[in-house]
Nanobody
């Protein structure tokens, strides 16, 4: 049974940091690209960051570039995907979703992902 379980969300003040994680099991996720998306109330789901199967190549939305870092740990079982978020802003408030593709590459398009987690809430307050 495939499972993507996010953790680490919470509330933080403007300028603070938070790390969220996703535990992926039920498939050989070390072979597949993964990514993070987010959805704020009343808005569409948007791309945040993605990486290739090894985690060696990464991509970021312009809005988070330089502040967020995606990483993938294939050495553990389950495989872990992390998102380190620094210099957080109120606009970063959203539910963050972990996603896994069926190819070795990540993508900024939600349609390229096969599996999704249930989401974790991140709230940034001023």
């Amino acid at each position: 049974q495939v499972q993507l379980v996010e953790s680490g969300g919470g509330s933080v003040q403007v300028g603070g940091s938070l790390r969220i994680s996703c535990a992926a099991s039920g498939r050989t996720f070390s072979r597949y690209g993964m990514g993070w998306f987010r959805q704020a109330p009343g808005k569409e789901r948007e791309f945040v960051a993605a990486c290739t199967y090894s985690g060696g190549n990464t991509a970021y939305a312009d809005s988070v570039k330089g502040r967020f870092t995606i990483s993938k740990d294939n050495a553990k079982n389950p495989v872990y995907l992390h998102l380190q978020m620094n210099s957080l802003k109120p606009d970063d408030t959203a539910v963050y979703y972990c996603a896994a593709a069926s190819t070795m590459y990540g993508s900024s398009y939600p349609s390229q992902y096969t599996y999704w987690g249930q989401g974790t809430q991140v709230t940034v307050s001023s």
